[in-house]
């Protein structure tokens, strides 16, 4: 499978804990985005990576979030001191130079977070 | 800023039936637009899309979106639904030139009534 993986696909953490996601984009492309997805709402920017730069990050990352993207490969995601408003789904999504001018995103299947 | 509305957060259809999926979006400048749906327990997944040229577009599976610029509108039809179109379908929108953030809707779950 060549698409876009996310690990771990659930996770559940006792709130105060820190929590990490991965994300492997397709291995051509250079653009990495994160997403967050809670019930009843569309997916809502995070940040976005060009390579291993991070271009821009949505207020709605706060200081306990943090992404790296370090050798313009995979990416994390980490949280920490997780509260129950981060419970959510957390989707990666990355996009090839060649079609970076369409704008088509390609998603991986989240990674859901439930802080207890 | 760019935004999009989906003012339907759930449409009910029986199957045979036709369907309209409404979006709206926000932008001071030229977009492309898009329909991304989502099926249960799955990602994410690109249904159509307008960058430009002719302003109706198709999917192969039988849907299609008009982009309408006075209207601010791309909304979402298909004459016949059937069971397995059941899913979430999200609007999306983003600007055409610089920067390539894409920003969704809230999304609109079709249900298909057999």
């Known amino acids: 499978d060549t698409g876009v993986s996310q690990d771990p696909r659930h996770k559940i953490t006792k709130r105060g804990q820190n929590v990490t996601f991965r994300c492997d984009p397709i291995?051509?492309?250079?653009?990495l985005y994160w997403y967050r997805q809670t019930l009843g709402q569309g997916p809502e920017f995070l940040t976005y990576f060009q390579n291993e730069a991070q271009l821009e990050k949505s207020r709605l990352l706060s200081d306990r979030f943090s992404a790296e993207r370090p050798k313009g490969s995979f990416s994390t995601l980490e949280i920490q001191r997780t509260e129950q408003g981060d419970s959510a789904m957390y989707l990666c999504?990355?996009?090839?130079?060649?079609?970076?001018?369409?704008?088509?995103?390609?998603f991986g299947e989240g990674s859901r977070l439930t802080v207890l | 800023a760019q935004s999009v509305t989906q003012l339907d957060s759930q449409v009910p259809v029986f199957e045979e039936a036709p369907v309209e999926l409404r979006c709206n979006y926000s932008?001071?400048?030229?977009?492309?637009l898009f329909w991304y749906v989502q099926y249960p327990n799955q990602g994410l997944q690109l249904l159509l899309k307008?960058?430009?040229?002719?302003?109706l577009v198709e999917s192969i599976n039988g849907f299609e979106a008009e982009f309408n610029k006075s209207q601010t509108s791309f909304h979402l039809r298909k004459p016949s639904v059937h069971i397995s179109d059941t899913a979430e379908y999200f609007c999306a929108v983003r600007n055409s030139g610089g920067y390539q953030k894409v920003t969704f809707g809230t999304g609109t779950k079709l249900q298909v009534i057999p």
């Open positions: 999504a990355s996009i090839t130079r060649g079609r970076a001018g369409t704008g088509e995103l390609f």
């Open positions: 932008s001071s400048v030229s977009v492309y």
């Open positions: 307008y960058l430009s040229g002719s302003t």
């Open positions: 291995s051509e492309h250079n653009r």
